[in-house]
């Protein structure tokens, strides 16, 4: 009955938490992973086991799919040094700087180094909630950094534990070998899984069918890196950003609409669950704390967290002067930021999910049979860390925007519009040919050129809000919103009366709901 028990409990947390968030103007996560620490402590939930594989094969795949499908290619293309940079040079720092800091609390090399992998990489989904509020080119960045740093971490991460372990060696040509490895190998995996995707869904007709089908393509992305020994992480992501690029292309429109639905929905549910299970896993990390005292291990938390975050703080500056200085170019200049949205962008270091995956990875015991060292350690920071991250930068992250005082970011909005009405008038200059290759009625085709046409004028106005123009289209809207509702309110009194069936209901229902969700002018997808 724990299973039962534990769906209903995160339901309700995810309900709670989010409205409380809305009303308390305290970042959801914050609230939800203080509900998973207070479950930690009820009897019937301390035994709850998080493992890391769970963590890595369900969560991760799902979510950093979905990360990879919504970002902006084009702004990864812009500005793809700067986020090559932090993904991979300021994690390998990263690692180095808190391994150095865990060996100073008498850490041996090995596990410490453990430790700064662990702890090196942002975390997309904690990233991807978190700052949704943060203009678009800082929250691309931001996106594209933790989808991509994810594989170097989990290469320093295997490469240390191999040594501790008795596995491996540390040589530059292997070590070498291992990052090629794993970027160009799961690169590779995930273009073979999109190119294979995009096949089987152009040869899919049926909707729930295409569905299945991309519900299987990060799974598929995933498992195919992993078993050549590349990065799953990265192989997802390519796979992602390709089908964002091709799935336009492929499918129908209802398959499109349910996908986006589910995916909305699947990983709302699977973002907040893995933020109550992180808080679920603190009292354990606390009551397993055996090699070092509580004390230190609470000074080696803060010193790893300010490490962290200094070292971020310290990059985003260091790393865009010394680029200023190399690169001259005008188009260089184009791209720069100023310094107070590098201090946003140096905030929004979260950690999450894939951090405690990897300590909660780590080996029990050694090749020799000997105990792994300072495994509960490795734990108990790394789950110190992401409290620290997500509960300081969580809180913080607002205040340091509203410092900032960063200019609205309009141009999604404008190309918004650009698109719209660009559509618009090639529809309508097609509307003859496409006419006649019908034979389509002339007071049909008059009718539609009119409704183009009133459209086109709403889309051209110079005042968006009260020229004649937008309030007849919204006054339009306005009259066929309430129709709506009287013939949803007919539908159901026919239900109840009994004439008609449940099946006609629903069926009417859905060609309702569609019409007023375009008409009201609500996304579907957030």
Not at 95 to 102: K, L, R
Not at 438 to 446: C, K, N, S
């Amino acid at each position: 009955m724990l299973g039962l028990e534990l769906v209903v409990v995160l339901s309700v947390a995810l309900l709670v938490c989010h409205t409380l968030g809305d009303r308390l103007r305290v970042a959801p996560p914050v609230l939800l992973l203080a509900f998973g620490v207070g479950l930690g402590f009820i009897p019937a939930f301390a035994s709850v086991d998080l493992p890391p594989e769970t963590m890595l094969l369900l969560f991760l795949p799902a979510l950093l799919y979905w990360e990879s499908l919504t970002t902006s290619l084009r702004e990864i293309r812009r500005d793809l040094r700067g986020i090559i940079l932090m993904s991979t040079v300021l994690v390998i720092l990263t690692a180095a700087a808190v391994a150095a800091i865990a060996h100073a609390f008498g850490i041996p090399w090995g596990p410490a180094w453990v430790l700064g992998a662990a702890v090196a990489p942002t975390d997309a989904t904690a990233v991807g909630v978190l700052a949704r509020s943060l203009p678009r080119r800082n929250v691309t960045l931001l996106r594209a950094e933790s989808l991509i740093n994810d594989g170097t971490a989990l290469v320093v991460y295997g490469l240390a534990v191999g040594i501790t372990v008795g596995e491996e060696k540390f040589d530059l040509p292997h070590v070498s070998w291992l990052f090629v490895l794993s970027y160009v190998g799961g690169a590779l995996a995930g273009a073979l899984t999109a190119w294979v995707g995009t096949l089987v869904r152009r040869r899919i007709d049926a909707p729930i069918p295409g569905n299945v089908a991309m519900i299987a393509i990060p799974f598929a992305a995933y498992l195919l890196a992993e078993t050549v020994e590349a990065s799953g992480v990265l192989a997802v992501v390519v796979c992602g950003l390709i089908i964002s690029q091709v799935g336009p292309r492929a499918g129908r429109a209802d398959t499109r609409l349910q996908t986006n639905a589910f995916w909305s929905l699947a990983t709302f549910m699977l973002n907040g669950a893995l933020f109550v299970l992180v808080g679920l896993e603190l009292p354990p990390a606390v009551e397993g704390l055996a090699s070092v005292g509580l004390a230190d291990a609470l000074i080696a938390v803060v010193a790893v967290y300010a490490a962290v975050i200094a070292l971020r703080f310290v990059f985003q500056f260091t790393a865009a002067y010394a680029i200023r200085l190399i690169d001259r170019r005008p188009k260089q200049r184009e791209l720069r930021v100023g310094n107070r949205a590098r201090a946003v962008s140096a905030v929004a270091g979260f950690r999450g999910a894939v951090s405690l995956a990897a300590a909660l990875g780590v080996p029990v015991v050694l090749t020799s049979g000997e105990a792994f060292p300072d495994r509960d350690f490795i734990i108990f920071v790394t789950a110190g860390v992401i409290v620290l991250t997500l509960v300081i930068n969580g809180l913080a992250l607002p205040r340091v925007l509203r410092w900032a005082n960063l200019p609205p970011d309009t141009a999604l909005d404008e190309e918004h519009a650009l698109a719209e009405a660009t559509a618009a008038e090639e529809a309508m200059a097609a509307l003859p040919d496409v006419a006649a290759e019908l034979d389509t009625d002339p007071r049909v085709i008059e009718q539609t050129r009119r409704e183009y046409q009133q459209h086109l004028e709403a889309l051209h106005a110079d005042d968006p809000e009260g020229s004649d123009p937008v309030r007849r289209r919204d006054d339009y809207n306005a009259l066929r919103l309430a129709l709506i509702a009287r013939k949803r309110a007919t539908v159901l009194r026919l239900r109840d009366e009994r004439t008609i069936d449940d099946t006609v209901l629903r069926q009417i229902q859905t060609q309702l709901d569609i019409e007023e969700a375009r008409l009201s002018r609500r996304d579907i997808v957030d």
